[in-house]
């Protein structure tokens, strides 16, 4: 089956460590996402990407790297820049074409303590 | 972006209609409707999308008002399993940012046996 796999589940790292979040998609699509959820919020977009080797920061690209040199995977660098880390990181992926759906991974909560 | 307002909670019964309602009176004429739902610890799931006329499929239907200023999501037959928070974002296919969604804190729908 098609689908976006972010690994692990769960995550737990030290203050002061860069962490990297895991995103692959076997869907062929284009447009790639990373979002942000804290408890009881919406989500907000940190860096996405259209196409291979290019990507743009979000909302909320402070403290956060990405890399796009695959077409079906798209990591996220959580760096010791980042002030407050601890959140629920989902990933998203789209084919690109107008109104085509997000396709979403079930996330990575990670602690930092 | 254009915003949009939801009820922070709503409540149905089992097997009884769900109409969700979402009030996007800034919206722009080129900006899309769309639903999406996320159940508890997982990424949010595409549910529907219209522009101007009322839409259908296998999950929901789409009511949108004549002049676009508000939308409602119907559940026909409320499961337990519809229990989520339900987010309405516009989405403007012809920005340059194709594809950036706005998530708000969307309505959280509790479903009663």
């Known amino acids: ?113 | 972006d254009a915003k949009t307002t939801q009820p922070n909670s709503m409540e149905s019964n089992e097997e009884e209609p769900v109409h969700l309602p979402c009030n996007h009176s800034t919206i722009s004429g080129t900006d899309y409707i769309h639903w999406y739902r996320q159940l508890p610890s997982q990424g949010p799931e595409y549910v529907i999308h219209g522009l101007t006329s009322n839409v259908n499929n296998r999950m929901a239907s789409l009511a949108i008002a004549e002049d676009r200023k508000s939308s409602t999501l119907i559940l026909h037959r409320a499961t337990l399993r519809d229990a989520a928070v339900y987010y309405c974002i516009l989405r403007d296919e012809i920005s340059s940012n194709t594809g950036k969604l706005i998530f708000g804190q969307g309505t959280t729908l509790q479903v009663k046996p």
Not at chain 1, 6 to 26: A, D
Not at chain 1, 98 to 103: K, M, Q, V
């Open chain 1, 1 to 113: 089956d098609g689908g976006i796999t972010q690994s692990p589940k769960y995550l737990f790292r030290k203050e002061g460590q860069n962490v990297t979040l895991s995103c692959e998609q076997n869907l062929n699509h284009d447009a790639m996402y990373w979002y942000r959820q804290d408890p009881g919020q919406g989500l907000r977009l940190i860096y996405y990407s259209q196409i291979v080797n290019d990507f743009q920061k979000g909302d909320i690209a402070e403290g956060y790297s990405v890399s796009r040199e695959k077409k079906e995977s798209f990591p996220l660098t959580v760096t010791s820049a980042q002030k407050n880390p601890t959140a629920f990181y989902l990933c998203a992926s789209e084919r690109g074409l107008p109104n085509s759906p997000l396709h979403f991974g079930n996330g990575t909560r990670l602690t930092v303590t």
